[in-house]
């Protein structure tokens, strides 16, 4: 019996020594900045914010990263994270051509108007339009700005800790300006 407990011990004490515990992390470097991190499936966030590159905890092992940007093709690619340490996933997304004019604007009224502070601490909550990411909430929330689209109907998802849920259908009319109300808390 003190056998077994010395041996359980030693591997304990082995583990702990490599570090077999300790979380690690990835960081997405490349172009566009703006771009959306998901591993494996889930979103983290932006890959980076005003040029700097945000860090994102993980499991050590094996995981599949995807970065996306509506003006882009999805880039995927698996990487292995040690424990303790952070695996940079370095990217270039090719450009997929614009679509033509006329556009109709969508943007979003209501809760809290884009900042530096609203952006580094507020809803950077991923915007989908028919289940393609297509920016952040924030970045869609100032009367000056929005998301340029070509006149149609589209399906509209949102699901912001900060400015609840939305998930509905949208007209966007050539040379107008739909704005979807945020709730806010």
């Known amino acids: 019996m003190r056998l077994l407990v010395l041996v359980a011990a030693a591997a304990t004490c082995s583990s702990l020594a490599f ?3 300790k979380p690690g992390a990835i960081k997405a470097v490349g172009k566009p900045g703006r771009a959306g991190v998901w591993i494996d499936g889930k979103y983290v966030g932006p890959a980076s914010r005003f040029t700097v590159t ?17 003006r882009y ?4 690619t698996k990487v292995t994270v040690a424990p303790g340490k952070t695996a940079k996933v370095r990217y270039k997304l090719k450009e997929v051509p614009l679509a033509p004019p006329p556009y109709g604007r969508l943007r979003f009224g209501g809760g809290e108007a884009e900042s530096f502070i609203s952006v580094t601490a507020g809803d950077v909550t991923p915007v989908f339009i028919n ?8 970045e869609l929330n100032n009367v000056g700005g929005g998301l340029l689209l070509p006149p149609g109907e589209y399906k509209l ?3 912001s800790p900060i400015n609840g849920t939305i998930n509905q259908d949208i007209k966007i009319e050539a040379n ?3 704005v979807v109300p945020l709730k806010g808390k």
């Open 176 to 178: 107008k300006v739909t």
């Open 54 to 70: 945000e860090k994102y905890p993980v499991d050590p092992g094996e995981h599949e990263v995807t970065l996306r940007d509506p």
């Open 19 to 21: 570090g077999a515990d």
């Open 131 to 138: 289940d393609r990411f297509y920016g952040y909430v924030d």
């Open 157 to 159: 998802r949102v699901e």
């Open 73 to 76: 093709e999805d880039f995927t």
